[in-house]
């Protein structure tokens, strides 16, 4: 085992999605026990973790990167440091990261990094071995992963559902995160009590297709989301909110919860990825723009107040101007507070690389100013809808500036405000007095946090 008479610094670094970030937690936590504190910057680490993304080109070769950074620090400093790199990256590339980067001592796919500690405390018995654990073992990692011995603190993240089915024509996920599997709902209720007794206030329900979620309930049952969404609730957190969902498992039933849940925040990530039904059925999306219209209304039927966001990717293999436009007019008929969009970027191994018709880089290049014009646009008018209103802001941190503090609406909007620190963590009400692109700024009109300030 690991030396655990002296502490030790780990630096984790993290790309991609919330998914990566809960793990990042998680394997902090699980070598916290064993001596590694974390600390806050690469030269101060005895151990570095780069939790990877694989989604797009680009996050790999931020990896590369950054390995390379290393490689040459490490060769200067001329200290003792273990690499460690895990997540969709090490799944996806396994060897072919030691042969590129000799820097690496480690690589350890996303089902596997509970097995951490074991091959950390072999690297350090035979000194310059290199290992590399990318199996999908049959049992889930979340059984094998000790349990948090820290919080997350006010906002906090709890996987439920991890790996995808849908086979998405571009995407990686099935790949690197493999099939989709729930985890059993008396285990979520369990680290949901335990993330609360620390501290929680807002929880978010983390799964790649979150919305598919079906685990086996205490009942012997099995559980939707819609379930547990409501057996979270009833624990008695304040905020609840799931991501990422896909429409095809957008069932009435967690419609609903949107109308019954008040716990249950007024937002919701819904990536569509395109408004082109020619290019939905390219993607095998398994989806039309018209069920993804309809949706949406029987959302805002749920939910009056229900803020969206979304996914988009453009120039996929395949797609005209016509598709293009066709996104074009579902955005400005949903009007999204919120969305991401990407060009397509070719994974290998996917259907897509293998479909040809590929999208010129200039003609990817001036969809996607035009969409993320028509997003910014939709996002600073849904800003504006939320000026003069008073509203219930849960505070996160400190912002950029002296004496600003940083918060979240119900609707995910950043809020900043100047007050005390002792805001954080509370949930204060704000009147909102202005919008921005990206945030709005409002001040404190909660009587309590008014007279500290
Ligand atoms: N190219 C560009 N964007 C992609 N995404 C997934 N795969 C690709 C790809 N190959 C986007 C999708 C997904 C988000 C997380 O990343 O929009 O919803
Ligand atoms: Fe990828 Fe599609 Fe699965 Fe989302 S639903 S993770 S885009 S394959």
Redesign the pocket.
């Known amino acids: 085992m690991s030396d655990t008479s002296q502490r030790r610094g780990l630096y984790v670094k993290t790309w991609g999605c919330q998914m990566n970030v809960y793990d990042s937690v998680r394997m902090v936590d699980m070598l916290r026990p064993l001596g590694w504190r974390p600390v806050d910057s690469a030269d101060a680490a005895d151990m570095i973790v780069l939790n990877t993304c694989h989604i797009r080109e680009k996050a790999t070769e931020k990896l590369y990167s950054e390995l390379g950074r290393l490689r040459a620090d490490k060769e200067a400093s001329g200290r003792k440091l273990l690499v460690a790199v895990t997540g969709c990256v090490a799944q996806a590339e396994g060897d072919e990261i030691l042969r590129r980067a000799p820097v690496v001592d480690l690589v350890v796919g996303p089902q596997s990094y509970h097995r951490l500690p074991e091959l950390i405390a072999r690297t350090t018995r035979e000194a310059g071995v290199k290992l590399v654990d990318t199996d999908f073992p049959a049992d889930s990692k979340f059984d094998l992963l000790p349990q948090e011995t820290e919080g997350q603190g006010t906002l906090a993240m709890l996987a439920v559902q991890e790996g ?1 089915d ?3 024509s571009f ?1 990686v ?2 790949y690197t995160r493999g099939a989709e599997s729930s985890r059993p709902a008396a285990d979520v209720i369990a680290e949901a009590k335990r993330l609360l007794a620390t501290g929680a206030r807002e929880i978010v329900l983390l799964g ?2 979150v919305n598919a979620y079906h685990g086996t309930g205490p009942d012997g049952r099995t559980w939707n989301l819609a379930r547990l969404l409501r057996e979270v609730a009833d624990l008695g957190v304040e905020r609840l909110r799931y991501m990422t969902s ?1 429409p095809r498992d957008m069932d009435d039933e967690l419609i609903q919860a949107h109308r019954d849940i008040a716990a249950l925040m007024p937002f919701l990530h819904l990536p569509v990825q395109s408004g082109s039904d020619q290019i939905l059925n390219v993607m095998n999306r398994q989806h039309s723009a018209a069920d993804y219209l309809r949706i949406i209304d029987k959302l805002r039927a749920a939910r009056a107040d229900l803020a969206l966001s979304s996914d988009f990717i453009v120039g996929h293999p395949g797609e005209t101007s016509a598709d293009f436009d066709a996104t074009m007019r579902l955005v400005e008929q949903v009007g999204f507070a919120a969305a991401y969009s990407f060009k397509y970027s070719t994974r290998p191994g996917t259907p897509a690389a293998a479909l040809g018709m590929h999208i010129e880089e200039s003609v990817k290049d001036e969809r996607l100013a035009r969409l993320q014009d028509a997003i910014a646009r939709g996002a600073s008018a849904f800003n504006q809808t939320t000026v003069g209103k008073v509203v219930p802001v849960l505070f996160d941190g400190a912002g950029r500036r002296p004496g600003q503090m940083h918060g979240r609406t119900p609707w995910l909007q950043a809020v900043h405000v100047t007050g005390p620190a002792r805001l954080i963590g509370q949930i204060a009400d704000v009147r909102i007095d202005a919008a921005h692109a990206n945030s709005v700024s409002g001040t404190v009109v909660t009587a309590d946090a008014v007279e500290a300030a």
């Open positions: 995808c849908k086979f998405c995407c996920v099935p790649q297709n896909h």
